[in-house]
Structure formats: C-alpha cells, structure tokens
C-alpha cells in the first residue's frame, strides 16, 4: 500500500512530465508497428483476428512480465531503487493530473473568450471533430471526457494495482501496467471499422471485461459519494443501458445525474456525424463548475478507495497476527 500511496500523490503533485518517455508510448509504438505489418503482410479476416489476440495477449502478459522482472533485477541491486522504480511507473498509470491539467488547458482559453485556441487545445484529448463546436459542446465535451477517463485512465488503474496488494509475489505495479496495455490497445485498434475491425475485435472485448467490475464499482462509489446511492443506480442503469458500450455509458450517466446534466448528443468524427444516447436530464446547464465538481467526485472516488483499502489491509493483517 505504501507504494500506491507515494505514486498517487507524485501523480497528484507532478503528473506525466512531457519530457520523460510513457510506457503508453512505447506500447503505443509496438501496438502501430505490429499493425502495420499485420495490415500489409495478412489479408484475411480470420488471419487479422488471430493477429489480433496474438497482440493483445503477448503486450498484456509481456507488459506485466517485464514489469515485474524490471523491479526484481532493480530491487536486488539497490531496494531504495526498486521502489523509486515502482512509485514512479506506477504513478503514470494514474492519470488524474493529467485528466485535470486537460480539462483545466481548455477551460483557461474558454475563460478567455478565445473559442479557436479552446477548439484547438480540445482537439488534443477528444476524439470528435472540434473546428466547428460552440462554447456549450466543447463545455460538454470536457465533461464528457473526464466522465469517461475517470474510469479507464483513474479508477480501473488504480483497482488493478490494489488487486496486487493480494498478490505480493507479484506486486501491485505489474497489474496496473498489465491493465494499462489492455486500455492503450483498446484505444489504439478498438474499433468497428476497417482496418481495425478483425485485427481489434478481441483488443475490445478484453478492455470491455477487464474495466466491467471497476466501472461498476466507480458508479457505486460515487453513487455513495451523492448521499442519494439507491436513486442514482437505479436511474444510472436505465439511462446506461442505452449506450452500446458496456462502460462508458454507465460512467457518464452517474457523472450527469449527480451534477443534474445532460450528456450525449450529436457528435462529428472525421466527417461523420454520430448520435449517442441523452444520458441525465438538463436541469442544470454545464460549466466551469459542473467540470470542477466533476474533478473533485473523481478525487474522491480514488481517495475514499485508498481509505479503504488500507483501512481493510490493517484489519485483515489484526487478524493473522492474533
């Protein structure tokens, strides 16, 4: 636990510096390379869809392995090392500084009435089309952001890293690498549509699986968190259910209706427009304190897990000492 603690607060005070090498870029090289060659040397489907588990399989447990052997090989040779090694690769799997710093690089250019500069700088972490995008979508578009990566770039790293805390031969650094391949896969090749359907098909659903329990556990939390747990799921779960993804949809419809907004709607992905489910209802209309509050269920979603967590470790330590 001592290792969660000191890598979330380095995340919490310093972030991902921009000069240092990710280990999401370098899955990130591996993951394009591979799929390069997949693309250009296989052309059948089921021969891209073996590729593809091939990929997903040997980046996840290799991840993980050479993770695990990286501190085993450090540790030996100086202990000190070891947990500089961990705390530090462990803190750029938990992206809340830089899921704040996003939101915050923005919101700076909206509060200064500069929508192009906003537009532009919002390009960088979104998906969507953002040229053309009022001062309304791109507040909705923030807040839709932080919804979403809340789970997969915060709380699913951070589950996967106290699963390690059961699992001391292993350690809780290798889980959560492990788990951010999966996400960076998923984000990278996930999609249903060419050249990424066969080869990412298996990238997807694995994610999918993977972030199911922290992505429900996330909208328990926070349910908690709202004072009103039994009112929020059970109206999260009607709104969810209308989302084609098993996740994404229920995370963002536990952030819309704490903070009485609405999400979803019309977006532009290169071109095309697409339509998401209406997630809450607008009682409220979204701005810059809908995203900090939305900033600060995050924060207290990942801290009150820490609580008890360590709170639960000390009990059950009590416990094999009497």
Same mark, same amino acid.
């Given at each position: 636990?001592?290792?969660?603690?000191?890598?979330?607060?380095?995340?919490?005070?310093?972030?991902?510096?921009?000069?240092?090498?990710?280990?999401?870029?370098?899955?990130?090289?591996?993951?394009?390379?591979?799929?390069?060659?997949?693309?250009?040397? =296989?052309?059948?489907?089921?021969?891209?869809?073996?590729?593809?588990?091939?990929?997903?399989?040997?980046?996840?447990?290799?991840?993980?392995?050479?993770?695990?052997?990286?501190?085993? /090989?450090?540790?030996?040779?100086?202990?000190?090392?070891?947990?500089?090694?961990?705390?530090v690769l462990l803190a750029s799997c938990f992206a809340g500084r830089s899921l704040r710093h996003a939101a915050e690089d923005v919101l700076l250019y909206l509060q200064q009435d500069d929508l192009s500069q906003a537009r532009y700088r919002l390009s960088f972490y979104v998906g969507r089309d953002t040229d053309n995008l009022s001062k309304e979508d791109i507040l909705r578009a923030?807040?839709?952001?932080?919804?979403?990566? !809340?789970?997969?770039?915060?709380?699913?790293?951070?589950?996967?890293?106290?699963?390690?805390?059961?699992?001391?031969?292993?350690?809780?650094?290798?889980?959560?690498?492990?788990?951010?391949?999966?996400?960076?896969?998923?984000?990278?090749?996930?999609?249903?549509?060419?050249?990424?359907?066969?080869?990412?098909?298996?990238?997807?659903?694995?994610?999918?699986?993977?972030?199911?329990?922290?992505?429900? /556990? !996330?909208?328990?939390?926070?349910?908690?968190?709202?004072?009103?747990?039994?009112?929020?799921?059970?109206?999260?779960?009607?709104?969810?259910?209308?989302?084609?993804?098993?996740?994404?949809?229920?995370?963002?419809?536990?952030?819309?209706?704490?903070?009485?907004?609405?999400?979803?709607?019309?977006?532009?992905?290169?071109?095309?427009?697409?339509?998401?489910?209406? /997630?809450?209802?607008?009682? $409220?209309?979204?701005?810059?304190?809908? =995203?900090?509050?939305?900033?600060?269920?995050?924060?207290?979603?990942?801290?009150?897990?820490?609580?008890?967590?360590?709170?639960?470790? $000390?009990?059950?330590?009590? /416990?094999? !000492?009497?």
């Open positions: 636990m001592d290792i969660i603690w000191l890598a979330s607060i380095l995340d919490y005070l310093i972030g991902d510096p921009s000069t240092w090498i990710h280990p999401v870029q370098v899955m990130g090289w591996i993951i394009q390379r591979y799929h390069d060659f997949v693309i250009d040397r =296989i052309s059948s489907k089921l021969g891209r869809k073996i590729a593809g588990i091939i990929l997903s399989l040997a980046l996840i447990i290799g991840s993980g392995g050479i993770t695990w052997l990286l501190i085993d /090989l450090v540790s030996r040779f100086n202990y000190y090392g070891g947990v500089i090694l961990q705390v923030i807040l839709e952001t932080v919804a979403e990566n !809340t789970v997969d770039g915060v709380t699913a790293p951070l589950f996967y890293s106290l699963m390690g805390v059961f699992f001391p031969v292993i350690g809780c650094v290798p889980f959560a690498i492990a788990y951010k391949a999966s996400s960076t896969l998923d984000s990278m090749i996930g999609y249903k549509k060419e050249p990424y359907t066969d080869i990412g098909w298996f990238s997807a659903k694995l994610e999918d699986y993977l972030t199911w329990l922290p992505c429900r /556990l !996330t909208v328990l939390t926070l349910a908690i968190i709202s004072g009103h747990p039994l009112k929020y799921i059970t109206e999260c779960r009607e709104y969810a259910t209308q989302d084609p993804s098993p996740n994404s949809g229920w995370s963002e419809a536990i952030y819309a209706l704490i903070l009485k907004v609405q999400l979803g709607g019309e977006n532009t992905y290169k071109g095309e427009t697409k339509f998401k489910p209406l /997630l809450g209802k607008p009682e $409220q209309k979204i701005d810059e304190n809908s =995203i900090e509050q939305a900033l600060s269920l995050t924060r207290k979603c990942f801290l009150l897990w820490l609580f008890t967590l360590t709170l639960l470790k $000390q009990v059950l330590f009590g /416990l094999t !000492t009497l």
